[in-house]
T-cell receptor, first 113, second 113 residues
Framework: DAKTTQPPSMDCAEGRAANLPCNHSTISGNEYVYWYRQIHSQGPQYIIHGLKNNETNEMASLIITEDRKSSTLILPHATLRDTAVYYCIVRGLNTGTASKLTFGTGTRLQVTL | EAGVAQSPRYKIIEKRQSVAFWCNPISGHATLYWYQQILGQGPKLLIQFQNNGVVDDSQLPKDRFSAERLKGVDSTLKIQPAKLEDSAVYLC???????????FGQGTRLTVV
């Protein structure tokens, strides 16, 4: 079972920041938060991951609350090409079944003109 | 670097027939995953390999599905016999090791009629 809760859909105007929330209240101390996205008819694409510190890369920023029970993925300047389903995943980095990537239903982000 | 290669891209078969999907992971990646994605849902992990050993196959319907990764590189997923509810996209992914982020292929869209 997925360990995360996400809103089913969100809209964002092109050029504005898209802030996608995720709740993971049962996360354990050695579990990371991963974000993937899936553009229509493509396989999921890795975006970013983090443990407890905020992370930033060329695609997005990840803000994790101090208690680690929730996080927000930020796309700073959304474009039409960012329209996709975004998945928030909690995952252990140990070997074996703890390292499983378990997808929920995600948030469908629609970027509009 | 070359991505995860899957073939075929599309397959239509009649129920009770057999079908096989092939995956070539990114070179050097020890971990390989097969996912099933039914329309409107997130990907569901079917099986995870570490080299040529199975890490997790708890959601693989073993009465009809089988998968192998004999030399720890390429992998095949087989369905025999297919049912209508097997219609889905079958995604292959690979990662350098367990716990590192995974790269996905484009998937094989299976339609069972």
């Amino acid at each position: 079972d997925a360990k995360t809760t996400q809103p089913p859909s969100m809209d964002c105007a092109e050029g504005r920041a898209a802030n996608l929330p995720c709740n993971h209240s049962t996360i354990s101390g050695n579990e990371y938060v991963y974000w993937y996205r899936q553009i229509h008819s493509q396989g999921p694409q890795y975006i970013i991951h983090g443990l407890k510190n905020n992370e930033t890369n060329e695609m997005a920023s990840l803000i994790i609350t101090e208690d680690r029970k929730s996080s927000t993925l930020i796309l700073p300047h959304a474009t039409l090409r960012d329209t996709a389903v975004y998945y928030c995943i909690v995952r252990g980095l140990n070997t074996g079944t703890a390292s499983k990537l378990t997808f929920g239903t995600g948030t469908r982000l629609q970027v509009t003109l | 670097e070359a991505g995860v290669a899957q073939s075929p891209r599309y397959k239509i078969i009649e129920k009770r027939q057999s079908v096989a999907f092939w995956c070539n992971p990114i070179s050097g990646h020890a971990t390989l995953y097969w996912y099933q994605q039914i329309l409107g849902q997130g990907p569901k992990l079917l099986i995870q390999f570490q080299n040529n050993g199975v890490v997790d196959d708890s959601q693989l319907p073993k009465d009809r599905f089988s998968a192998e990764r004999l030399k720890g590189v390429d992998s095949t997923l087989k369905i025999q016999p297919a049912k209508l509810e097997d219609s889905a996209v079958y995604l292959c992914a690979s990662s350098f090791n367990q716990g590192t982020w995974a790269f996905f292929g484009q998937g094989t869209r299976l339609t069972v009629v």
